[in-house]
Protein backbone atom coordinates (compact mmCIF):
# COMPACT_ATOMS: atom_id res chain seq x y z
CA UNK A 1 0.00 0.00 0.00
CA UNK A 2 0.82 3.74 -0.60
CA UNK A 3 0.77 6.24 2.48
CA UNK A 4 -1.30 8.67 2.28
CA UNK A 5 -1.06 12.69 2.76
CA UNK A 6 -4.40 14.50 3.08
CA UNK A 7 -4.44 18.55 3.43
CA UNK A 8 -7.82 19.03 5.23
CA UNK A 9 -9.50 21.69 7.79
CA UNK A 10 -11.08 23.43 4.84
CA UNK A 11 -13.41 22.48 6.46
CA UNK A 12 -13.26 19.94 9.36
CA UNK A 13 -16.38 18.14 8.96
CA UNK A 14 -15.34 17.21 4.94
CA UNK A 15 -11.73 16.53 6.46
CA UNK A 16 -13.38 13.57 8.92
CA UNK A 17 -15.89 12.26 5.98
CA UNK A 18 -12.37 11.26 3.79
CA UNK A 19 -10.75 9.54 7.29
CA UNK A 20 -13.73 7.83 7.85
CA UNK A 21 -13.97 6.81 4.33
CA UNK A 22 -10.96 5.78 3.41
CA UNK A 23 -10.83 3.48 6.18
CA UNK A 24 -13.91 2.52 5.05
CA UNK A 25 -12.53 1.37 1.78
CA UNK A 26 -10.69 -1.27 3.31
CA UNK A 27 -12.65 -2.88 5.29
CA UNK A 28 -13.40 -5.43 2.61
CA UNK A 29 -9.59 -5.95 1.44
CA UNK A 30 -8.66 -5.72 5.84
CA UNK A 31 -7.11 -9.25 6.16
CA UNK A 32 -4.63 -8.62 3.14
CA UNK A 33 -4.22 -5.57 3.15
CA UNK A 34 -4.85 -3.72 6.72
CA UNK A 35 -5.13 0.34 6.75
CA UNK A 36 -3.28 2.51 5.19
CA UNK A 37 -0.78 4.61 6.55
CA UNK A 38 -2.03 8.36 6.22
CA UNK A 39 -0.97 11.87 7.72
CA UNK A 40 -2.95 14.69 7.63
CA UNK A 41 -2.23 18.10 7.94
CA UNK A 42 -5.54 19.93 9.08
CA UNK A 43 -5.12 23.99 8.33
CA UNK A 44 -6.96 26.73 10.22
CA UNK A 45 -9.71 27.72 8.58
CA UNK A 46 -10.14 30.88 9.83
CA UNK A 47 -6.83 32.40 8.18
CA UNK A 48 -7.50 30.88 4.92
CA UNK A 49 -10.34 31.98 4.31
CA UNK A 50 -8.95 35.31 5.16
CA UNK A 51 -6.63 34.73 2.62
CA UNK A 52 -9.28 34.15 0.06
CA UNK A 53 -11.33 37.00 1.16
CA UNK A 54 -8.34 39.25 0.40
CA UNK A 55 -7.55 37.35 -3.30
CA UNK A 56 -3.91 35.71 -1.60
CA UNK A 57 -3.98 32.35 -3.50
CA UNK A 58 -0.47 32.55 -4.33
CA UNK A 59 -0.15 32.50 -0.97
CA UNK A 60 -2.83 30.22 0.10
CA UNK A 61 -0.64 27.33 -2.65
CA UNK A 62 2.69 27.99 -1.04
CA UNK A 63 1.15 26.93 2.62
CA UNK A 64 -0.59 23.78 0.74
CA UNK A 65 2.18 23.24 -0.68
CA UNK A 66 4.43 23.18 2.33
CA UNK A 67 2.43 20.75 3.98
CA UNK A 68 2.53 18.16 1.60
CA UNK A 69 6.32 18.83 1.17
CA UNK A 70 6.30 17.53 4.91
CA UNK A 71 4.06 14.76 4.30
CA UNK A 72 6.58 13.67 1.25
CA UNK A 73 9.49 13.91 3.55
CA UNK A 74 7.73 11.58 6.32
CA UNK A 75 7.22 8.49 3.59
CA UNK A 76 4.00 9.86 1.82
CA UNK A 77 3.95 8.52 -1.37
CA UNK A 78 1.11 10.40 -3.07
CA UNK A 79 -1.50 13.12 -1.68
CA UNK A 80 -4.68 14.90 -2.15
CA UNK A 81 -6.52 18.43 -0.87
CA UNK A 82 -9.84 17.08 1.04
CA UNK A 83 -11.65 19.76 -0.11
CA UNK A 84 -12.65 21.40 -3.47
CA UNK A 85 -11.90 25.50 -3.45
CA UNK A 86 -8.31 25.13 -2.94
CA UNK A 87 -8.13 23.49 -6.36
CA UNK A 88 -8.80 26.78 -7.93
CA UNK A 89 -4.58 26.60 -7.69
CA UNK A 90 -4.13 22.92 -7.52
CA UNK A 91 -1.33 23.57 -10.50
CA UNK A 92 0.62 25.84 -8.99
CA UNK A 93 0.50 23.58 -6.01
CA UNK A 94 1.62 20.56 -7.62
CA UNK A 95 3.91 22.16 -9.27
CA UNK A 96 5.57 23.46 -6.09
CA UNK A 97 5.49 19.70 -4.69
CA UNK A 98 7.12 16.89 -5.61
CA UNK A 99 4.36 14.71 -4.06
CA UNK A 100 1.70 13.79 -6.82
CA UNK A 101 -1.43 14.85 -6.02
CA UNK A 102 -4.83 13.55 -7.32
CA UNK A 103 -7.27 15.97 -8.32
CA UNK A 104 -10.91 16.41 -7.25
CA UNK A 105 -11.81 18.17 -10.33
CA UNK A 106 -10.30 16.01 -12.52
CA UNK A 107 -11.63 13.00 -10.72
CA UNK A 108 -15.19 14.45 -10.90
CA UNK A 109 -14.58 15.20 -14.82
CA UNK A 110 -13.92 11.20 -15.39
CA UNK A 111 -17.02 10.68 -13.74
CA UNK A 112 -19.65 12.72 -15.17
CA UNK A 113 -18.02 11.89 -18.53
CA UNK A 114 -18.05 8.07 -17.74
CA UNK A 115 -22.01 8.82 -17.41
CA UNK A 116 -22.01 10.55 -20.94
CA UNK A 117 -23.67 13.46 -19.92
CA UNK A 118 -22.91 16.78 -21.62
CA UNK A 119 -24.97 19.44 -19.30
CA UNK A 120 -24.63 19.73 -15.36
CA UNK A 121 -25.01 22.39 -12.64
CA UNK A 122 -22.51 22.64 -10.19
CA UNK A 123 -22.38 23.79 -6.84
CA UNK A 124 -19.66 24.72 -4.10
CA UNK A 125 -18.33 27.92 -2.17
CA UNK A 126 -18.79 31.30 -3.68
CA UNK A 127 -15.19 31.17 -4.71
CA UNK A 128 -15.79 27.40 -6.58
CA UNK A 129 -18.92 28.67 -8.31
CA UNK A 130 -17.10 32.15 -9.53
CA UNK A 131 -13.49 30.44 -10.53
CA UNK A 132 -13.02 28.64 -13.27
CA UNK A 133 -11.33 25.97 -12.38
CA UNK A 134 -14.53 23.42 -12.74
CA UNK A 135 -15.33 25.27 -15.82
CA UNK A 136 -12.48 24.76 -17.98
CA UNK A 137 -11.54 21.14 -16.90
CA UNK A 138 -15.24 20.24 -18.31
CA UNK A 139 -15.50 22.43 -21.11
CA UNK A 140 -11.74 21.00 -22.47
CA UNK A 141 -14.24 17.57 -22.12
CA UNK A 142 -16.97 18.72 -23.79
CA UNK A 143 -19.52 18.94 -20.53
CA UNK A 144 -21.15 22.58 -20.07
CA UNK A 145 -21.55 23.69 -16.16
CA UNK A 146 -24.26 26.39 -15.13
CA UNK A 147 -24.37 27.50 -11.45
CA UNK A 148 -26.85 29.22 -9.63
CA UNK A 149 -28.26 32.90 -10.09
CA UNK A 150 -25.27 35.39 -7.87
CA UNK A 151 -28.40 35.68 -4.98
CA UNK A 152 -28.66 31.78 -4.30
CA UNK A 153 -24.69 32.04 -4.84
CA UNK A 154 -24.44 34.17 -1.78
CA UNK A 155 -27.23 32.35 0.42
CA UNK A 156 -25.16 29.19 -0.38
CA UNK A 157 -22.02 30.86 0.71
CA UNK A 158 -23.04 32.56 3.65
CA UNK A 159 -24.90 29.50 4.96
CA UNK A 160 -22.17 26.91 4.33
CA UNK A 161 -19.14 29.39 6.82
CA UNK A 162 -22.18 30.23 8.77
CA UNK A 163 -23.41 26.96 10.11
CA UNK A 164 -22.46 23.77 7.75
CA UNK A 165 -18.79 24.07 8.25
CA UNK A 166 -19.79 23.84 11.57
CA UNK A 167 -21.71 20.77 11.65
CA UNK A 168 -25.10 22.60 11.65
CA UNK A 169 -27.66 21.60 9.04
CA UNK A 170 -30.91 22.79 10.25
CA UNK A 171 -33.91 22.21 8.72
CA UNK A 172 -34.38 25.87 7.30
CA UNK A 173 -31.02 25.91 5.64
CA UNK A 174 -31.84 22.36 3.90
CA UNK A 175 -34.80 23.79 2.32
CA UNK A 176 -33.32 26.93 0.94
CA UNK A 177 -30.71 24.36 -0.37
CA UNK A 178 -32.94 22.09 -2.24
CA UNK A 179 -34.79 24.81 -3.51
CA UNK A 180 -31.61 26.65 -5.26
CA UNK A 181 -30.95 23.22 -6.61
CA UNK A 182 -34.73 22.15 -8.06
CA UNK A 183 -34.94 25.69 -9.49
CA UNK A 184 -31.69 25.11 -11.15
CA UNK A 185 -32.08 22.24 -12.38
CA UNK A 186 -35.53 23.08 -13.98
CA UNK A 187 -34.54 26.41 -15.21
CA UNK A 188 -31.80 24.94 -17.04
CA UNK A 189 -33.06 21.36 -18.41
CA UNK A 190 -29.84 19.72 -16.30
CA UNK A 191 -28.74 15.99 -16.85
CA UNK A 192 -26.98 16.00 -13.50
CA UNK A 193 -25.59 18.44 -10.11
CA UNK A 194 -21.93 18.24 -9.52
CA UNK A 195 -21.67 18.96 -5.28
CA UNK A 196 -18.71 20.49 -5.53
CA UNK A 197 -18.16 21.19 -1.50
CA UNK A 198 -17.20 18.09 0.99
CA UNK A 199 -19.58 19.63 3.51
CA UNK A 200 -22.53 19.69 1.34
CA UNK A 201 -23.86 16.10 2.17
CA UNK A 202 -24.53 17.04 5.15
CA UNK A 203 -27.70 18.69 4.03
CA UNK A 204 -28.23 17.25 0.57
CA UNK A 205 -28.07 13.55 -0.81
CA UNK A 206 -28.69 11.74 -4.57
CA UNK A 207 -31.91 10.80 -3.13
CA UNK A 208 -33.31 14.18 -2.60
CA UNK A 209 -33.01 15.03 -6.81
CA UNK A 210 -34.07 13.29 -9.93
CA UNK A 211 -31.09 13.65 -12.11
CA UNK A 212 -27.59 11.84 -11.36
CA UNK A 213 -26.23 13.93 -8.65
CA UNK A 214 -22.22 13.71 -8.28
CA UNK A 215 -20.57 14.00 -4.77
CA UNK A 216 -17.21 15.00 -5.49
CA UNK A 217 -16.17 14.16 -2.04
CA UNK A 218 -17.02 10.48 -2.56
CA UNK A 219 -15.81 10.54 -6.15
CA UNK A 220 -12.30 11.78 -4.79
CA UNK A 221 -12.31 8.88 -1.99
CA UNK A 222 -12.68 6.27 -4.33
CA UNK A 223 -9.71 7.37 -6.17
CA UNK A 224 -7.83 7.94 -2.82
CA UNK A 225 -8.14 4.36 -2.25
CA UNK A 226 -7.31 2.91 -5.58
CA UNK A 227 -4.30 4.80 -5.26
CA UNK A 228 -3.36 3.54 -2.19
CA UNK A 229 -4.28 -0.36 -3.33
CA UNK A 230 -2.22 -0.14 -6.72
Known amino acids: ???????????????????RDIISGFRNDYSELGYPEMVIESLNMK?????????????????????????????????????????????????????????????????????????????????TMQSDFYFKEFANAGIELVVPARSDQQYMHAKLFAEIEHGIATPETRQGFLDIVNRLIRNNDLEGVVSACTEFPLVMQATDFSVDWFDTAAIHIASIVDRAKS
Open 1 to 19: MKKIALVGGLGPEGTLEYY
Open 47 to 127: PMLALADSGNWQQIAQIIAEKFEAARRGGAEFGAIAANTPHKVFDEIQATTALPLISIVTATCDAVGERGLRKAGLLGTGF
